[in-house]
């Protein structure tokens, strides 16, 4: 007998052609579409466009299809946290939660009342070690996603196909070229999850009330005003907004420090060195499938998601880890992850809390 998966469907190419290669393994293939926002105005958030490319594809390829309500969800469980590192003048990755608490959260749980799998279209893959499920690298590095996965817990990856782990993104959209899905040449979405491509400072102002403040340097010189420390993240360059100021190149100034005691963004105009940190200490770390490392062991890490991995050395802590660099790392940022790799496998990974410039001794 063949199985039922249902396949978590955003509307783009991916989760598409992840439905087109169950349904060609064989396995009774429904399709989900989760609508997880609510508000409509002048933004991107495509939330009916997406679903009429579902129903599109689906009915290509010859799929039952349902659409869910998961904004209060949503609401609850992503954005208020979104909204509360803002305002505390962090910067956090809501695509992270989003995975651990929406997809492989509530979509999981409610999917598997009625099938035995679920799937979705991310890149990455899994497998099975020591009973336990680990997470692994896709194929296509450019587009490998396991670094907005490392907070799913491991429980929940159990009962979870990644249909594209093994393939390139060329071959998924040739897939869907080939098959005449609606969404083969579709853009990739970006912007905040769920919600889409906003004019950023203006939908935040919405939810958070901006509260202007000086712009100094690092010698403690004023040199004009900022929007809201909101708005701002370490090593940013454009929109500071800055005017001419004797003596400086008007490219090179960059956020090293948001001071939210006294609503102050610290700039510097020099060559980054502000920004070196030699180590970080992470919140509670989440681990995915069986490790039992030493007490410190040598890895490798990723602090954002575009950046190459790094050698670092952990030693877990009680109530997260401690990291040590292999080498500075720059803008390494409060709120974003810490994720660790050991060869092709994601092990993990938890909030950056706090950086050091020297390196944190074990």
Not at 266 to 276: F, H, Q, T, W
Request: hydrophobic share 35%.
């Amino acid at each position: 007998m063949s199985k039922t998966v249902v396949v978590g469907m955003s509307g783009g190419v991916d989760s598409s052609v992840a439905a087109l290669l169950l349904k060609e393994q064989g396995y009774d293939v429904i399709g989900l579409f989760m609508h997880n926002w609510e508000e409509e105005d002048d933004g991107q958030c495509t939330s009916a466009e997406d679903w009429a490319d579902v129903q599109a594809v689906c009915g290509k390829l010859g799929l039952p299809h349902y659409s869910l309500d998961f904004s209060k969800e949503y609401g609850e469980k992503v954005f208020e946290y979104f909204l509360e590192e803002y305002a505390k003048g962090r910067t956090p990755n809501p695509d992270v939660l989003c995975n651990r608490e929406i997809k492989f959260g509530v979509f999981r749980d409610y999917a598997l009342k009625f099938a035995d799998t679920i799937a979705t279209g991310h890149y990455c893959d899994i497998a099975t070690e020591s009973g336990e499920p680990i997470l692994l690298k896709a194929a296509d590095r450019s587009k490998d996603q396991t670094y907005f996965l490392c907070d799913t817990k491991t429980e929940k990856l159990k009962n979870v196909l990644f249909p594209l782990g093994k393939m390139q993104k060329s071959e998924v959209r040739a897939l869907a070229t080939k098959y005449g899905l609606v969404t083969s040449a579709k853009k990739d979405s970006t912007g905040i999850c769920f919600i889409g491509e906003r004019k950023f400072r203006e939908f935040l102002s919405r939810y958070l009330p901006a509260k202007p403040g000086k712009i100094i340097d690092v010698s403690g010189r004023e040199i004009g005003t900022h929007m809201g420390l909101m708005y701002y993240t370490l090593g940013q360059r454009r929109g500071l907004g800055i005017g001419g100021v004797k003596g400086e190149g008007q490219d090179r100034w960059y956020v090293v420090e948001k001071r939210l005691d006294d609503n102050v963004l610290v700039v510097s105009c020099g060559e980054g060195e502000e920004l070196l940190t030699s180590g970080l200490r992470t919140g509670p770390l989440n681990i995915i499938g069986k490790f039992d490392p030493p007490s410190v062991f040598e890895c490798k890490a990723k602090f954002r998601y575009r950046q190459d991995e790094q050698d670092v050395t952990v030693k877990f802590t009680e109530g997260g880890a401690l990291i040590r660099f292999g080498e500075k790392q720059r803008a390494v940022t409060p709120g974003q992850y810490a994720v660790l790799y050991s060869g092709d496998r994601c092990l993990g990974g938890g909030v950056i809390e706090q950086t050091f410039k020297e390196p944190p001794q074990f």
